[in-house]
């Protein structure tokens, strides 16, 4: 038995959550630094919208790809980088909380790369079902596609454990259920941003990712194939 004395009081969070967190704030932090003015000088106040011009997630220069059947570095990365960087603290705020508190239940069942595959998946899918629904001329920045991806993977180790209990695992979307309401209150109450779909599409991702990267989540996809 470990001694008390070499018991930490805090779980540690997986690696690639730590290294998602430092990612996401630390951008963040710059950005916020930059805007006050306390580093950058003048130029400091102009890195938030240079970087939203940059990396944001565009359904017109999508068109623009498909359109031209061209599909520059540049603008490709944009479905990769849109998820870290946003339009205000607040909202980096809310992302570094879900990431920290899914984060460490997603980590410590997937594994690191599972977890990893699982967050970039989903801002992609969100950023996909984004475009393809919506194609709105407003450009898509922020996390929370991809923290609701971890939610959708969240989601996954609820409806298993619910399975294995003989429960009903529809039981298990009572999260997501529950986020989509307060959404659809405050839209009703203070008027909503159409990017709500890109949150569904990230959840949806991550749930449908957890049964192929998940440990043992391919044999079990495969067998419940098989019964069907």
């Known amino acids: 038995m470990s001694s008390p004395e070499n018991i930490s009081p805090v779980n540690p969070l997986p690696p690639v959550v730590v290294a998602l967190f430092v990612l996401v704030a630390g951008i963040e932090i710059v950005m916020w630094l930059g805007s006050q003015g306390i580093v950058g000088g003048a130029d400091g106040a102009a890195w938030r919208i240079s ?23 540049e603008h490709l990365i944009r479905f990769f980088t849109y998820g870290f960087i946003h339009f205000s603290f607040p909202q980096a705020i809310f992302v570094c909380v879900f990431l920290l508190a899914l984060g460490k239940s997603v980590g410590e069942s997937f ?3 599972a ?3 699982v967050f970039i998946g989903s801002g992609v899918g969100g950023a996909v079902v984004y475009w393809l629904l919506l194609n709105d001329s407003l450009p898509l920045v922020g996390g929370f596609p991809h923290v ?3 939610i959708g993977a969240f989601t996954y180790l609820m409806w298993l454990r619910l ?3 003989g429960e009903s695992q529809v039981r298990a979307f009572s999260l997501i259920g529950a986020l989509m309401g307060i959404q659809l209150l405050f839209g009703a109450l203070f008027g909503s941003q159409p990017d ?4 569904v599409g990230g959840f949806a991702t991550g749930f449908l990712l957890s049964f192929l990267v998940s440990p043992g989540g391919w044999a079990r996809l495969r067998q419940m194939m098989r019964h069907d």
């Open 111 to 113: 594994g690191g790369v």
């Open 115 to 117: 977890t990893l595959i």
């Open 163 to 165: 399975g294995q209990m």
């Open 196 to 199: 709500w779909v890109a949150d």
């Open 51 to 73: 970087a939203v011009q940059k990396y944001a997630f565009s359904g017109e220069i999508a068109d623009w790809m498909v359109r031209n059947n061209s599909y520059p570095p």
């Open 148 to 150: 609701y991806g971890l």
